[in-house]
C-alpha cells in the first residue's frame, strides 16, 4: 500500500473513531507527545489531553467527516496531510467546515499523528 494510501486509510479509522460518543478511542490515533493546535489560544499536549478534548467537542458536534487532499512525505518515517472537515452543530444542525494539516510520524511501525492544526471557514471553530 502507498503512503497517501495507508495515511488516507488511518484518517478514515481515526474520523470512525470521532464519530462514536465520547470519540472513544479517538486519542489512540496520536502520538504520546502530540500537539493539538486548535482555532483560539489554547494549545493541548499529549494523548491524554487530545483525548479529553475529543470527547468534549462530541457533546457539541455530530457527523464529522475528514476528507485528505494531499499527502507527501516529509522525511522518513514522516508525512504530512492537507484535508478538509466538516460537522454539525447538534443544537442548531449548522455546520461547520474547515481545512486541517496532521503530521503523521511513525513509531514502532504504527503511524500516530504528532501534530494537528486546523482552521475554519468563515470564523467557525
Known amino acids: ?3 497517501s494510501d495507508t495515511i488516507k ?3 478514515q479509522r481515526y474520523a470512525a473513531a470521532l464519530n462514536t460518543p ?3 478511542g479517538a486519542g489512540d490515533f496520536f502520538d504520546d507527545d502530540a500537539d493539538l493546535l486548535p482555532p483560539g489560544p489554547d494549545n493541548l499536549k499529549g494523548r491524554a489531553a487530545i483525548q479529553a478534548f475529543w470527547a468534549a467537542a462530541t457533546d457539541a458536534f455530530e ?3 475528514l476528507t485528505t487532499t494531499d499527502v507527501a512525505e516529509i522525511a522518513p518515517g514522516c508525512a504530512r496531510e492537507i484535508g478538509t472537515y466538516a460537522a454539525r452543530v447538534k443544537e442548531t444542525g449548522a ?3 474547515g481545512k486541517y494539516v496532521f503530521i503523521w510520524r511513525k513509531i514502532d511501525g504504527e503511524w500516530k499523528i504528532w501534530t494537528d492544526i486546523w482552521t475554519s471557514h468563515q470564523g467557525q471553530t
Open 95 to 97: 455546520a461547520v467546515s
Open 63 to 65: 457527523q464529522p467527516t
Open 1 to 3: 500500500m502507498s503512503l
Open 22 to 24: 465520547g470519540a472513544a
Open 9 to 11: 486509510a488511518m484518517t
